[in-house]
Structure formats: C-alpha cells, structure tokens
C-alpha cells in the first residue's frame, strides 16, 4: 500500500512582524535585493523589472499589495523569484520580502482555514493559516492576489524586453 504525503514543502518569510509562506514549488529562486528598474504608470506595488537570467521579471512590494506599508530596504530584504500559476497561464514575479526563513513542511490536518478576523490584509488573499509557537504562519494564495493584477503584470514583462 503506498501512502499518500500529506505534507507540503513551504517557504516562509516574514513583513515586519507577520509570518508568511508560499508553496516550495512555485519558488525559483531567492536573490539579495537589488533596486528594479522604474515602470511608467504602474501599480504602486510594482516597483519595476529586474532581469533574473535573460528574463524580465515584474517585482511586487508584498507589503503594498496587501495594503501595508512599504517594505523599507534592510541588508536581510530578499527578493522570492516565483513562477505563480495564473489560468492557463505562468506569471513570472519577484516578491520582496524583509526576511526569507527556512523550507518547512506543514501536515495537511495543521492548514487551518483563513478566518476573517479583520486583519491587516484581506483574507480572500490567505490560503490558510498554521499555528505555531510563535504565532501563525499565513499561507498566501498567490494567484487570488494576482488574478486582478495578472493582466497588467503579464504585459509589461515581454513589453520590457528590450535590447
């Protein structure tokens, strides 16, 4: 009989004060922060593009996103390069996060979830939440933040491809 892994591999990584993760899989790789160029026009959140090996990757301020305030650059602000599943669709991001933890696996039985307990941020953005001994850790879900902003996201990458 094979058994069935109920657990996943997140990576967590903290705004300010608030623990989050993502799933292991969509991230790509994890880079030192370094300033993205500018985008006429965009969303506050978008802080511009960085080239990641050859491709034009939007960067997102979390912080803003979730209607935070914005991250303030610190020798530990990281940036998450992630590949998210929009649709159809692979929507390349870089997220900015003020500290990148640790892989950790969660049990399926530990994701409790989102309560709407009238946070900071929105819980339609929250996947799910696990206790532990310092608090929770929030799960986000990546294409619920985007979906909204997918479409813009997706036409300023091939757009900024210039030589």
Not at 46 to 70: E, F, K, N, Y
Not at 98 to 127: K, N
């Amino acid at each position: 009989m094979t058994m069935v892994s109920t657990e996943s591999q997140f990576v967590t990584f903290s705004l300010g004060d608030e623990l989050f993760a993502v799933p292991v899989e969509v991230v790509r790789e994890i880079l030192d922060h370094e300033d993205a160029f500018k985008i006429p026009h965009g969303p506050d959140y978008l802080l511009g593009l960085r080239d990641v090996r050859g491709q034009g990757v939007p960067v997102i301020d979390l912080r803003l996103r979730l209607g935070m305030r914005a991250t303030v650059k610190t020798p530990h602000t990281r940036i998450l390069v992630m590949d998210v599943p929009m649709g159809e669709k692979v929507l390349a991001l870089g997220l900015v996060a003020d500290r990148v933890y640790e892989v950790v696996p969660f049990r399926r039985e530990q994701i409790e979830a989102a309560p709407d307990i009238g946070v900071r941020w929105r819980s339609d953005y929250i996947a799910g939440v696990v206790r532990r001994d310092e608090g929770f850790v929030v799960i986000v879900d990546l294409s619920r933040l985007f979906s909204d902003a997918g479409p813009a996201l997706a036409v300023v990458a091939p757009a900024a491809r210039v030589a």
